[in-house]
């Protein structure tokens, strides 16, 4: 969005004739410490294959590029040269004299009462100074938008909040600056300093910020807020200390104005999940400018074509539910947000504030044992369990981009899950019940999923909803609970997206019933060999594969509870069961199985053991491998479509085109070759592949295969042609026949790529293992 933003502010100029103040100054992005420097590697690794030049440099080349600067502290930066500086209010000005040169009408001194809506769509908006038809309306309206969204007829929840904003200009410098000046940006100190007018400007991201309007008592009209030295004085410090020089310069004033942030620092756009033509783009983070360009593009081609050309899921407001609208959660999470802005973000870290929002019923219980917490979509999820004896207070504080303190805990409880038996809780999943009188809910389900749902009472189906283009909107299981009755699962952070895709494709006037059932089931994930013994007993059922194959699913009685849904899938590809338990029980049935397990050596797992167990298998989930542009034929998963049944669903005239033509990407497998993880930077995601030293995707989820002693990347690889750049083919034998790198923060590590998962390299261990066993007995 930043790279879009500066091409379309450097050619505004010439388009309106209104003088922006376009100045390509180039940014400099300072490291304090090793572990600043490494992230600053992997961002430049990752601009430099998308065409953003970019560079990692020496402390004295800083000081070359910027002779004010104080560099006696630094372990390096890196260099963006293309970076440049505008003046946003006429960079505004430009855009909407560009509009208005287009046929744009704008209203100024108008204030919006509220937006209009008639059978969920927006129909148009009430002004002071009267109404103005319309089926699209964009709420851009920055720190006012939370207010706005709310005081629709039908309300939007936009959670953001807004705190003050300090910074600083001065008066120019005896030999003034010169408007080529590099920006620089010293996170480690928490500020940025650019060229103002030959002088300086400097702001930053305080460690205690002050969040404000919390009760709603906005501005009219944004204007500038008290100054308060007292506050920024941290901040000048630290402007003093990396430029020293400044000690003797004149400050004209302090600036201090409000700046809106959002729960997890990225902004928010796209279409209201409750109200159809109401678009949103907010929540800037301080980032309006930069963005704003690129953001605007990908809202028009939303609004235009229904989706934009770039997966932006990571933005869209149907991230958030209305959990997260709380103005207290908001105002708590914006004053740890803010400060993190310029915060070292290591792998695997986690927010502080707002947790303990939606919990399993066994939280307590987990707690209890060493379970150490992760949040995803405002639900507390295990990461792993801490045993006694570990020490706890090392292990939070090891956040680092190479091996991890949790590897021998994570370790344990992938062993547990290949020989014994472990359990998740995975009480998270968003779950759906999807009901009706007649057959309408498989023929509207045929109609919205791309695999044949028109199985028999009792079975499973791994499939997912497409959009027009093939892409997967949401990847699920559905169980058949009866004749006219569908259970589904999804990930935990669909809850909002996927009931709105349900809502918006369903007939209106159908007798369909769908329910989300999230909370009403805790649900268990029983894993490993003994995990079919640990049933059995429980409910005195047989449950070997002749009589539960795999797949299935039936209501049982385990311990004294009645009506579990047990079924016979693990997301892993090891063996298993999944339950879904009655709230009330599920502290009963846990206690059951932890307690008959015991013989069997059970243990509690976390998520980082079935992450680990779901990459080596090559699992891919929706929103870290997949999204809204991967088809079912780009990751392998031809046999979860319905293409042969002569059926029509959403997607399918897109799939035959592409089964025709061939794909333009495949999910491979990566396993990294010459890497040690004891002593080499780790992969995580996000690392470019190359493939015959030619970059050709990028790594979207990883994990250390505990079986295979190696790294195990999953990532899209691409065929680019080498004279036009243009997308090509990959076919099988263009996977296969490759030499791969991954490259880690500017190390490139080799891989072998594969389009399956390894399992002989499973077997093979195996049986060397047995072997060697033998070979002792003999002895």
Known sequence: MADYSNKLYYQLEQETGIQTGYTRTGSIFLAQTQDRLISLKRINAGLNVIGIPSEIISPKKVAELHHLLNVHDLVGAMHVPEDAVVSSADVALALASAASQNGVQIYDRTSVLHVMVKKGQVTGVETDKGQIECQYFVNCAGQWAYELGLSNEEPVS?????????YLLTRPLETPLQSSTPTIVDADGRIYIRNWQGGILSGGFEKNPKPIFTEGKNQLEIQNLQEDWDHFEPLLSSLLRRMPELETLEIMKLVNCPETFTPDMRCIMGESPAVQGYFVLAGMNSAGLSFGGGAGKYLAEWMVHGYPSENVWELDLKRFGALQS???FLRHRVMEVMPLMYDLKVPRWDFQTGRQLRT???YDRLDAQGARWMEKHGFERPKYFVPPDKDLLALEQSKTFYKPDWFDIVESEVKCC???????DMSSFTKF????????ALEVLQYLFSNDLDVPVGHIVHTGMLNEGGGYENDCSIARLNKRSFFMISPTDQQVHCWAWLKKHMPKDSNLL?????????????IGPRAVDVLSELSYAPMTPDHFPSLFCKEMSVGYANGIRVMSMTHTGEPGFMLYIPIEYALHVYNEVMSVGQKYGIRN????A????RIEKFFAFWGQDINNLTTPLECGRESRVKLEKGMDFIGRDALLQQKQNGVYKRLTMSILDDHDSDLDLWPWWGEPIYRNGQYVGKTTSSAYSYSLERHVCLGFVHNFSEDTGEEQVVTADFINRGEYEIDIAGYRFQAKAKLYPVASLFTQKRRKDDMELSDLHGK
Do not use: M
Not at 433 to 440: A, P
Not at 605 to 608: D, L, N, S
């Open 418 to 424: 290949k020989e014994a038996v472990c359990v998740i």
């Open 360 to 362: 399993s019923p066994l």
């Open 605 to 608: 797992a976390g998520y980082y």
């Open 514 to 526: 769908l329910e989300d059932v999230t909370w009403k089931y805790t649900a268990l994930n029983l």
């Open 433 to 440: 019940e999807i009901t009706s009188t007649g057959d309408q």
């Open 158 to 166: 936009i959670p953001l909040h807004a705190c003050e904003h300090f």
């Open 326 to 328: 709380s103005r207290t």
């Open 610 to 613: 079935l992450r680990s167990l």
